[in-house]
């Protein structure tokens, strides 16, 4: 029998958030302190989907990703994330 996987990707058959970008998704810039709200795009690399919808702080800019802040339940956990996966927050 094939063993059952537990990764990242487990269940995401029908979920949406995948689809054509615009261009300005991808060099859209962002400064240190900016809110920020995380849309995971499916067609790209991207970390855990429990991220998706979460709102967060950018801290830095790492080559052409951010550094991102986000809480998670009672701690909070540095991410990093390529613009395209990112949106401007209120």
């Given at each position: 029998?094939?063993?059952?996987?537990?990764?990242?990707?487990?269940?995401?058959?029908?979920?949406?958030?995948?689809?054509?970008?615009p261009v300005n998704r991808y060099i859209e810039e962002f400064k240190p302190g900016d809110t920020v709200s995380i849309k995971l795009h499916a067609g790209l690399k991207f970390?855990?989907?429990?991220?998706?919808?979460?709102?967060?702080?950018?801290?830095?800019?790492?080559?052409?990703?951010?550094?991102?802040?986000?809480?998670?339940?009672?701690?909070?956990?540095?991410?990093?994330?390529?613009?395209?996966?990112?949106?401007?927050?209120?």
């Amino acid at each position: 029998m094939v063993r059952k996987s537990y990764g990242k990707m487990r269940g995401t058959r029908k979920k949406e958030f995948g689809g054509d970008l615009p261009v300005n998704r991808y060099i859209e810039e962002f400064k240190p302190g900016d809110t920020v709200s995380i849309k995971l795009h499916a067609g790209l690399k991207f970390p855990h989907p429990r991220f998706h919808g979460t709102f967060g702080t950018v801290i830095a800019k790492r080559g052409s990703a951010y550094l991102v802040r986000v809480k998670d339940i009672n701690a909070y956990k540095d991410i990093f994330l390529k613009p395209e996966h990112l949106k401007k927050g209120n």
